[in-house]
């Protein structure tokens, strides 16, 4: 139950800060036109994207966190000591594979930041910090297992 709890509050933490970076990516393209942007404007353009992005981003972010979380699980069975390494790397490649796969087959990047190589990298923090989570819930259940 608790790699259940720990997936989900994976997706929930990835989700949340890959849409806290899409809004910040997108204000700085705006500051670089020469606007002005106060932090309430910052504030709401999250706000917005946490409530806004859910229908399509988050289910991506979903299934490309199982199959990142996953892979690792089976390479981790064999070598324990990386395991926080191994979640950590695992949520960053599977975001920018995301964004990488969705830009090869569809010819577009869905998330404006993400053309920069900046916006993906931390596309790829996100997905890292959703490793992360992973793994400290997890924890306990992994060491009980061994």
């Known amino acids: 139950m608790k790699v259940v709890f720990g997936y989900f509050l994976a997706v929930l933490a990835t989700y ?16 670089g036109m020469g606007f002005e ?3 309430s404007h910052r504030i709401d353009a999250v706000i917005h994207d946490l409530t806004h992005m859910y229908d399509l981003y988050l289910p991506i972010v979903a299934v490309g966190m ?10 981790i069975n064999y070598v324990i000591d990386l395991r926080l390494i ?8 599977a975001l920018v594979a995301i964004h990488v796969l969705i ?13 920069e190589i900046v916006g993906l990298l931390m596309q790829g923090l996100a997905g890292a910090a959703g490793g992360y989570v992973f793994h400290y819930v997890t924890l306990q259940h992994q060491l009980r297992s061994a």
């Open 86 to 93: 191994g979640y950590v790397s695992a949520g960053f490649v």
């Open 37 to 39: 942007i106060t932090m």
């Open 103 to 115: 830009k090869a087959t569809l010819g577009l990047s869905g998330i404006a930041p993400t053309r």
């Open 16 to 31: 949340s800060l890959g849409a806290l970076f899409v809004s910040q990516g997108n204000i700085a393209e705006v500051v």
């Open 66 to 75: 199982l199959i990142g979380l996953s892979v690792a699980a089976l390479i």
